[in-house]
């Protein structure tokens, strides 16, 4: 999987690490009993990615038909092995409208559409965002994945060029992109998961 290709804002923005140090729920000792899954106040939901290895990069012979530029090339090649040592928790759906809203108390998105992506944030935004909702939650177990984490979670194990395999025209069925979004964003959740259920991980934003 090109990375390059893959990433883009806001998608998963949030990963709620709720499995660091030892409470009554969640103790790093015991991640076979840690929930599968977690849905917050405001509805977000998350689902629990294990802990392992995989390689991290674009890889040298699924990619040699992409046009990289060369800050891409620089930042995505050579492709290395990167260990996750401990699970983690990842959001399913991109940070919807409705939830930025109950957070921010405003929506700054040009597409509007209560299920759809939040857009038109910066960084910064982001980080106040994040600030919030662990106020909200009353805990401080949200952030923004690492970039291992984001391309482990959206690889899901797999070794093909997408997830889904190396055919190119099934790319239709798990992303929205220039050639069928109308240019626009749609409801999160619409097209296919990765193996791991993470939806609309190569496109919507």
Known sequence: MNTYF????LT????????IGCSSV????SVAATPQSHTNSIGMKFTLIPSGSFMMGAHPVFD???KFDQQAKKEETPQHKVTITKPFYIGIYEVTQEQWLAVMG????????????????SWYDIQEFIKRLNQMEGHKRYRLPTEAEWEYAARAGTTTNYFFGDDTDKL????WYREN????????????PNPWG???ILGNV
């Open 6 to 9: 893959c990433k883009r804002l």
């Open 12 to 19: 998963f923005v949030l990963a709620g690490i709720l499995s």
């Open 26 to 29: 969640f103790c790093e000792s």
């Open 64 to 66: 040699q038909g992409f």
């Open 106 to 121: 405003s929506n700054p998105s040009y597409n509007i559409g209560r299920n759809n992506p939040v857009e038109q944030v």
């Open 172 to 175: 239709t069925d798990y992303a």
């Open 181 to 192: 979004s109308g240019k626009k964003t749609h409801p999160v959740g619409q097209k296919l």
């Open 198 to 200: 993470l939806y609309d």
